[in-house]
């Protein structure tokens, strides 16, 4: 019996990947387990972007190589960024791998371990990646039924001096929108409720087809033409929100008041360092337009600390600037050079006491934030995706706001009322904590 246990690391952009290669074997006749020593192949999809996602992945593959150890008829395959980036370097540095697979080859993964040898364990396109998906693909979605993932690009084109990208997945490649629709429209169908849309660079989205197509055409398609309820946007690049998106996001209640858009630094001198095309200027500016034209909106950035070259002074500036903004939810994380980057080679190196001194900082500023922003919800209904029983108690269900995205911001623990997964409910909050929120079902004439 052909028996497949997969481990998808990094973004959801690489889950789509893992969805893609998980149809793909179970097309060639593999059932998927929940236990590695259950399976007759193991597949490791990594992610090669930072060095902790790197070192996350050989401790993954490592630990499953010991279940190879107590049955060596068994497959370890490895695929994703991180055989893209590194290449046949991994051959000696994993030799427990049976088959290594790049980016631009996985879609054919049944094919490839069909035919394993022990002498062709590297298949890999040279170079960055060129493929791009499209809707007669086949996808095993992985997530809850209700909620998937929308990849309307491929690669990215701004090649910021910290980031492999890139030279990893290659440069942009844009879906059109007949495809992306087709490919909606099959999730719809399969009872997806959220779909969340995710790129490299949302704003990005048909720079490189040739004509004028950009994200709010697709998103008027994507409403004209399918009934999902929520639609996410995750990773726009902040030089590049417009009005004419923000003015649809405020008339669509489906398009979700909730963008993510990472700043990275607010200091001029940082992000020219970094090769981000903006300034603090415009950061305020593109606060100020999105709270005029949608009040509400929840804004998540992600932070970068301890770039080379950075001082207290732009940490002072960071700081104040969040005090100034009240963003709902911030990721910060701390530099660290990455073999083959423009950063890696500056000068001016922020140790690691002081980056970690630095985080601590920005971490508790924000936390302070988060306390004042979630407060405001107490008291009011709010309709809420209902995900299942919670991770913290099985006593409890959970569920997301709009203002919530799945797997990176807080949740809403459900405490009283009837609901099944994959309904979106109206809720009472009654509390509001740093990151959480707990609240109630509203009965239908509580409701009226």
């Given at each position: ?6 481990v ?17 074997l ?9 236990e590695?020593?259950a ?25 499953l ?41 996985f ?7 069909h035919?394993?040898?022990?002498v ?7 170079g ?33 001096t ?12 844009s ?5 992306l ?63 004419s ?17 990472p ?31 949608i ?59 002081e ?11 924000q ?13 009011r ?11 913290q ?22 405490t ?33």
């Open positions: 019996m052909k028996t497949l246990f997969m998808s690391l990094g973004c959801p952009k690489n889950l789509v990947d893992s969805e893609v290669m998980l149809a793909a179970e097309q060639a006749g593999f059932t998927a387990v929940e590695p020593e399976a007759s192949l193991i597949l490791v999809n990594t992610c090669g972007f930072i060095r902790p996602a790197v070192e996350e992945a050989i401790d993954e593959i490592l630990g190589a010991a279940y190879k150890e107590e049955d060596p008829e068994k497959l370890l395959v490895v695929a994703g960024c991180m055989v893209q980036r590194y290449g046949a370097a991994l051959l000696t540095e994993l030799p427990e791998v049976d088959l290594f697979i790049g980016l631009d080859d879609p054919r993964i049944a094919q490839l371990v035919d394993i040898s022990p062709n364990r590297m298949v890999i396109t040279l960055p990646a060129h493929y791009v998906m499209d809707h007669r693909v086949a996808r095993r979605v992985s997530t809850p039924f209700f909620r998937s993932y929308l990849k309307i690009t491929e690669g990215c084109d701004n090649r910021c910290y980031c492999m990208i890139p030279s990893i997945r290659g440069p942009l490649r879906r059109t929108v007949d495809d629709v087709a490919e909606a429209a099959i999730l719809e169908q399969s009872g997806v409720r959220e779909l969340s849309l995710i790129a490299q660079d949302l704003t990005a989205y048909g720079n490189d087809l040739g004509y004028a197509v950009n994200l709010v055409d697709l998103l008027e398609a994507l409403l004209q033409q399918t009934f999902i309820p929520w639609l996410r946007l995750l990773y726009l690049y902040p030089s590049s929100v417009t009005d998106l923000l003015q649809l996001m405020a008339q669509q209640p489906r398009v979700l008041p909730y963008l993510d858009i700043f990275q630094h607010v200091s001029d001198r940082v992000l020219l360092a970094m090769h981000r095309h903006y300034t603090r200027s415009v950061l305020d500016d593109l606060v100020q337009r999105i709270r005029r034209y009040p509400e909106c929840a804004i998540r950035t992600t932070i970068l600390i301890g770039f080379p070259g950075e001082t207290d002074d732009d940490v002072d500036q960071l700081v104040l600037a969040l005090e100034a903004w009240q963003l709902d939810h911030v990721g910060v994380f701390q530099y660290q050079d990455e073999e083959g980057s423009q950063a890696a080679g500056l000068s001016h190196k922020v140790s690691d006491i980056k970690e001194t630095r985080y601590q900082r920005v971490m508790e500023t936390a302070a934030i988060s306390i004042r922003r979630q407060a405001r919800f107490v008291g209904v709010e309709p809420v995706l209902v995900e299942g029983v919670s991770r108690s099985e006593l409890l269900l959970e569920g997301r706001s709009r203002f919530q995205a799945p797997e990176i911001d807080g949740c809403v623990y459900i009283a009322g009837q609901v099944r997964p994959g309904d979106i409910v109206p809720m009472r909050i009654t509390e509001a904590h740093t990151y959480d929120l707990v609240g109630e079902v509203v009965n239908e004439q509580e409701n009226r």
